[in-house]
């Protein structure tokens, strides 16, 4: 039976961590409460080492390019580390370009979730909920309804939010995170493009 974790729970270790909220909750639910237990639980995660250097700069890293075999399909992406010596390895190259293959696999319209645009988010919003009404779903929880589509949404069309293609099992997110403590230092995906032969043109 899972343990009731509360808010009150859920903010200590946020403030003490400087991990997100679900990621805290999950761990206090593993942990059975214990808070020193949780805080061990994310550092083996590599959630609490993430976190701490989120607030560091990265300006050096990559622009890598992925183009799929035949040439229909490419993608350009930025991810910047902090210094030049990570940049240059391997492994940060071979980790860049599993995120372009992402890209052009998953084709997502942003990065992140705070990056859609509020105007999409409230038409998305109007859709789901007509969607639900015409579903004949009650009115009281119609909101909460929406909500959880709401991340289908984000798992569809924001790069850190998707299943990662090669481990369906793991967020994009969580393959950044890992690479954080890999190389020990912050990283982060600043933008990418998706072009596909002949999108966009009028259909004749």
């Known amino acids: 039976m899972a343990i ?14 400087g991990a997100g909220m679900m990621d805290c ?4 639910v593993e942990a059975n409460g214990e808070m020193q237990q949780a805080i061990e639980l994310l550092r083996e995660w590599g959630i609490v080492k993430a ?27 930025e991810v910047n580390c ?31 979730r705070d990056q859609v645009p509020p105007a999409v988010l409230e038409h998305e919003r109007e859709v789901l909920m ?9 009115e009281n929880v119609l909101q909460r309804i929406v909500e959880g589509r709401l991340e289908k949404f984000y798992e569809e069309n ?3 939010d998707q299943p990662f293609v090669k481990e369906s099992d793991k967020k994009v997110r969580q393959l950044v995170q890992e690479a954080v403590s890999k190389f020990g230092e912050n990283i ?17």
Do not use: W
């Not at 240059?88 to 890209?103: C, G, I, P, R, S």
């Not at 007509?130 to 009650?138: F, L, M, S, T």
């Open 188 to 204: 982060v995906v600043r933008r990418f493009a998706r072009f596909q032969l002949g999108e966009g043109e009028e259909e004749a």
């Open 25 to 28: 909750k999950r761990a206090l």
């Open 4 to 17: 009731n974790v509360s808010a009150a729970q859920v903010k200590e270790l946020r403030e003490r961590t």
């Open 130 to 138: 007509a969607q639900a009404r015409n579903e004949g779903r009650p």
């Open 51 to 77: 976190s701490k250097k989120a607030g560091r700069q990265a300006k050096e890293g990559l622009i890598s390019a992925y183009i799929h075999p035949g040439g229909r399909l490419g993608v350009l992406i």
């Open 158 to 160: 924001c790069l850190l």
């Open 82 to 112: 902090e210094t030049d010596f990570v940049a240059n390895t391997k492994e940060f190259q071979e980790f860049v370009k599993d995120l372009a293959m992402q890209v052009a696999a998953a084709a997502p319209q942003y990065v992140s």
